[in-house]
């Protein structure tokens, strides 16, 4: 499958998808790295892997909508079965949205549907729940509130600061999300309504 990347910074789930590509544990190719962050350092994560980059600077566009409509162009071009959220930090427009429905999936540091939103982990911490994690979803037009693909559990422990936490929730997103793109390559998630059913291998 053609797999495009979306992501806004850092890029290490970006980085572990890629990893997985390049070990052979998922059946498709990254066509693509989609950023609204000219300084994101995704993009050097992708000139590194040989993937094209396409950079549609969020601050150079006078309007959110004008932005979204270089994107959602930019997106259609590239043709893929697949769009994966990697710390895209932006909320996607409504015609991306649907444009692409079924075929995009985001990850989220929170066991959803707690913490959604920006700081699932510093609101995790906060709250004082004893167990975090990240989700993988399918992206719906609500707020991280698409259909669950898989959820990866970690302790929350007495000395937890916001760093540590992130750190162990990160370790599981790297984990959780290669393995979600991997079950979407191999035509293995049946969604019906808030549900995504995972197949057995052939
Ligand atoms: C991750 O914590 C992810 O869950 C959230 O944004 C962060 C992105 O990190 N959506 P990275 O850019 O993949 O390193």
């Given at each position: 499958k053609r797999i495009a990347v979306l992501a806004s910074g850092r890029g290490?789930?970006?980085?572990?998808?890629?990893?997985?590509?390049?070990?052979?544990?998922?059946?498709?190719?990254?066509?693509?790295?989609?950023?609204?962050?000219?300084d994101a350092y995704a993009i050097e994560r992708a000139k590194a892997a040989g993937v094209p980059a396409y950079v549609i600077h969020f601050?150079?566009?006078?309007t959110k909508a004008a932005y979204e409509a270089e994107m959602l162009a930019a997106m259609k071009a590239a043709n893929a079965d697949l769009f994966v959220c990697a710390g895209y930090m932006r909320i996607i427009g409504t015609e991306i949205i649907r444009e692409f429905a079924g075929r995009m999936i985001n990850i989220h540091?929170?066991?959803?549907?707690?913490?959604?939103?920006?700081?699932g982990q510093r609101q995790a911490l906060e709250y004082g729940v004893k167990i975090a994690g990240c989700t993988v979803h399918f992206v719906d037009e609500g707020l991280d509130s698409g259909p669950i693909i898989l959820q990866k559990a970690v302790p929350v422990l007495d000395d937890d600061d916001e760093e540590a936490l992130d750190d162990?929730?990160?370790t599981q997103e790297h984990i959780a999300f290669p393995e979600a793109v991997a079950l979407f390559c191999d035509d293995r998630l049946v969604v019906s309504g808030r549900h995504v059913k995972i197949l057995e291998k052939k």
């Open positions: 290490s789930n970006f980085q572990a998808i890629l990893d997985a590509l390049s070990r052979g544990e998922i059946n498709g190719e990254c066509i693509g790295l989609f950023t609204d962050n000219k601050k150079d566009y006078p540091p929170a066991l959803l549907p707690a913490f959604p939103g920006l700081h162990r929730i990160l």
